[in-house]
T-cell receptor, first 113, second 112 residues
Framework: KAGVTQTPRYLIKTRGQQVTLSCSPI?????VSWYQQTPGQGLQFLFE???????NKGNFPGRFSGRQFSNSRSEMNVSTLELGDSALYLC????????????FGSGTQLSVL | SQQGEEDPQALSIQEGENATMNCSYK?????LQWYRQNSGRGLVHLIL?????REKHSGRLRVTLDTSKKSSSLLITASRAADTASYFC????????????FGTGTRLKVLA
């Protein structure tokens, strides 16, 4: 069974640009959640999607958005990039019930210059 | 902050020794999970303990949970160099949300 796939692995952008990250979950998993990881803040929850619906959202500005497609693949978009958006962005998939274990992708390392 | 806390933040031990790391959290939980992260990579699930369990074992891992103190500990016995990684606890709350609150992590270094 293939694992969670995130693309691209690395991204370099400049301030003001926008970026789209992609996540393909494990086959059969309907939940995809996104996390931002920085050295100072640890893992911060961004949002979670289940069957194309956002079920939960973290405390991030509206510049951060996401969506999920009918095949459960998910994308995350960050508009008007700021230097502080530099981070490792991780997605995780699960079956979708409360407390299910998460399966993580390798992440996308975003650097904003 | 909702974030859980782990201590120590960093731990350095010799191969063969045991490593213990602790996690404290703030809310009522459905379960608590431990994950490992190798440098710059995704997290890997290690073990899950439910709120009505007090102790659980998996190979060289032992997890305890004290819901009255809102704390958990992870013990890795007979550590190996390959155990070098960051370890995170994550709590699934009972509030009906679908997000997990991660601790700040413990960086473990096992010296050969």
């Amino acid at each position: 069974k293939a694992g969670v796939t995130q693309t691209p692995r690395y991204l370099i952008k400049t301030r003001g640009q926008q970026v789209t990250l992609s996540c393909s979950p494990i086959s059969g998993h309907r939940s995809v959640s996104w996390y931002q990881q920085t050295p100072g803040q640890g893992l911060q929850f961004l949002f979670e999607y289940f069957s194309e619906t956002q079920r939960n959202k973290g405390n991030f500005p509206g510049r951060f958005s996401g969506r999920q497609f009918s095949n459960s693949r998910s994308e995350m978009n960050v508009s008007t990039l700021e230097l502080g958006d530099s981070a490792l962005y991780l997605c995780a998939s699960s079956l979708g019930g409360i407390g299910e274990k998460l399966f993580f992708g390798s992440g996308t390392q975003l650097s904003v210059l | 902050s909702q974030q859980g806390e782990e201590d120590p933040q960093a731990l350095s031990i010799q191969e063969g020794e045991n490593a213990t790391m602790n996690c404290s959290y703030k809310t009522s939980i459905n379960n608590l999970q431990w994950y490992r992260q190798n440098s710059g990579r995704g997290l890997v699930h290690l073990i899950l303990i439910r709120s009505n369990e007090r102790e659980k074992h998996s190979g060289r891992l032992r997890v305890t949970l004290d819901t009255s103190k809102k704390s958990s500990s992870l013990l890795i016995t007979a550590s190996r160099a390959a155990d070098t990684a960051s370890y995170f606890c994550a709590t699934a709350t009972t509030s009906g949300t679908y997000k997990y609150i991660f601790g700040t992590g413990t960086r473990l270094k096992v010296l050969a």
